[in-house]
């Protein structure tokens, strides 16, 4: 099964840009988008003809504001948070079989102490929360756009954004505490410490085409899936957002 995640930073924008042709050759069995800024009543039309039978929008109060969509060829329950009070339409959390699977924007912390106390609680709650489905047995698949670049090989000049939110060290520290708790980031795990592959890329100082960028966005497995992953990826050649989309291959 082909897994991907896509922060599309603005639906509506994507869709105007033809910017999911790449979905032919990739052809995912789920498709989890993040930052889609619309509410269900304004996802385009043209969303629901990518050939996906499934699909679960949880949008923010907040119009233009955050919002997550999973599209997927298979069924599943699907769920709003489960686990933090979700005005801001972050979470859709799906149930099949024995797995658990995530999408979901993580909030931003750059706008102030508040932002990323609110940052830091979610990312608390979402990991006892998982931990705790662990223990049931299941099997926990989460991804998105984390917000946060664990290891100063995850962007391009960690030294000049060692104190920039999105890199600081209780954000680092978290995703620490997710290895600890036995989940693995897929990409990592495939790939090793290979260099210079990121998912974001500031629009401004022409960012992407030197490749100054983060990896921000990942795919998290429990240990009980490890012997399933197959593949990682980041398909850094995709555009129409400020990031890429990233993705996994597992038997499930």
Known sequence: MKLISWNVNGLRA???KD?????????????????????????????????????????????????????????????????????????????????????????NGQSGDDRLSHKMEFYDKFLAYINELTKQGK??????DVNTAHREIDLKNPKSNAKTSGFLPEERAWIDRVLESGFIDTFRFIHGDVSDAYSWWS??????????????????????????????????????????????????
Request: glycine share 10%; charged share 20%; hydrophobic share 40%.
């Open 14 to 16: 994507v869709v105007g």
């Open 19 to 107: 910017a999911f042709a790449w979905l032919g050759e990739q052809n995912p069995d789920f498709l989890g988008l993040q930052e889609i800024k619309a509410s269900a009543d304004k996802v385009p039309s043209e969303v629901y003809n990518l050939g996906f039978e499934n699909i679960s929008v949880n949008s923010g109060l907040r119009a233009g504001y955050s919002g997550v969509m999973s599209l997927a060829k298979f069924e599943s329950a699907s769920f709003k948070s489960q686990f933090f009070d979700d005005d801001e339409g972050r979470v859709l959390e799906h149930r099949f079989g024995d797995i658990v699977l995530f999408n979901i924007y993580f909030p």
């Open 203 to 252: 629009y401004r100082f022409n960012a992407r085409a030197k490749n100054v960028g983060w990896r921000i966005d990942y795919f998290f497995i429990s240990q009980n899936l490890k012997s399933r992953l197959k593949d990682a990826f980041i398909l850094s050649d995709i555009t129409g957002s400020d990031h890429c989309p990233v993705g996994i291959e597992i038997e499930l």
């Open 139 to 144: 099997g926990v698949i989460f991804c998105g």
